[in-house]
C-alpha cells in the first residue's frame, strides 16, 4: 500500500520516494544546496526544516511541497492518537519550573511535564509565546511567569508564583553566539551569552534551593550542550558557557545530595528547534566549525531531549546525581 507524502512524512521517506525525491532535491539545488546537507535529518518530519531554516523556509514552501507530491491534492493529516505517547504521570502533584517554556526544548519540556500531571511554572522572555503556549493546554496547569531569568527580580517571580514549594527546576533558556573565536568575540557577545546561560541558571537554581532543603528533596536539571563536552560546537562564548553549566551541576550535586537533592545536566546535539544566532556570524568561525558539524549523527526534535530532560527530572533518576547525560545521537561518542 502507497501512503501519500506529507509534511509529517520523513525527509528520509521523501527523498526515497519516485515522486518526493525530484521534487525536494530541486527544491534543495535551487537554494544552492544538496541532499548531503540533510543527512543528520533524514529521521525527521519534512516539517521541521521549517524550524530548521530559522525563517529563511516558510509553511507556504512545504504545503506546496505536498501539495506538488499529490497531485494538487492536500492529503487528510494522519490520525494523531496512533502516535500519542502514554504518559506516566511522574509528576502528578508536583510543582515543576521550566525556563525557556515558550518554544523549543523548553516548551517541549513544559509540555510533557504538564501531560504528566505536573504544575508547571513556566517562564519565558516572551509574554505573548508564553500565553500563547499556556492557551494551547488548557486543560494542563500551568503557570506563566513572563521575565527575565538573568534579573532578580524576575526570578523572585517566578519563585512567588511557585507558591513555596518547587519539587523539581529544568533551566532550558539558552542562546547561542555568532560562531566567533576568541579573538572576535565581543563584549557584547560574551556578557549576554554569560548571562543567559550561566548566570540565569545560577540565579534561578539558588532560589529554588531553600524550598528543596527545607522538604528534604528536589530534582534540578541543567540543560548544557554538546558545546560542553567538546570545543568544536559553537563559538567562544557559548562553549565556554555550556562548560560552566557542567562546573555549576557538578558542585552542586557535590553540595546537596547528601540533602536529598539531585543536581544533573543533559548535553543535546543537534535539535531542530531553530534557535536563532546573533546577527554577523564570524565567517572564520562557521567555516571553522563547518569541517567538525559534518560529523553530525543526527539531529533530535525538541520532544526527544524533553524526553532525557524529563526522566532525570522524575524519580526515574532517583539514583542519578551529577551526571551529564549526552542526548546527542551518538556525537558525543565518536
Known sequence: MTHSLTGASTIGEWLDSETGGPLLRG????????????????????????????????????????????????????????????????????????????????RATAARVAREGGRVIATDISADRLAEFAASMPDADIVPVAG??????SVDAIVEAAGGRIDALANVAGINDDFSPLAETSDAIWERVMAVNVTGPFKLTRAVLPSMLAAGRGSVV??????????????NAYTTSKHAVIGLTKSAAVMYGPQGIRVNAVAPGGVATGIPFPPNVSAYGQERLGQFHGSIPSVATAEQIAASITFLLSDDGVNINGAVLASDGGWSAQ
Open 222 to 235: 541543567n540543560v548544557a550542550s554538546e558545546a560542553a563536552l567538546r570545543g568544536s560546537a559553537s563559538g
Open 148 to 153: 527575565d531569568v538573568t534579573t532578580q527580580d
Open 27 to 106: 527544491l534543495l539545488a535551487a537554494s544552492g544546496s544538496s541532499e548531503d546537507a540533510l543527512a543528520p535529518v533524514r529521521g525527521l518530519p519534512l516539517q521541521q526544516l521549517v524550524a530548521l531554516s530559522q525563517g529563511q523556509m516558510p509553511q507556504s514552501v512545504i504545503d506546496d511541497l505536498v501539495l506538488r507530491a499529490n497531485d494538487g491534492v492536500m492529503p487528510a493529516a494522519p490520525e494523531a492518537a496512533s502516535d500519542e505517547p502514554t504518559w506516566a504521570g511522574r509528576f502528578a502533584g508536583k510543582t515543576v519550573v521550566v525556563t525557556g517554556a515558550a518554544s523549543g526544548i523548553g
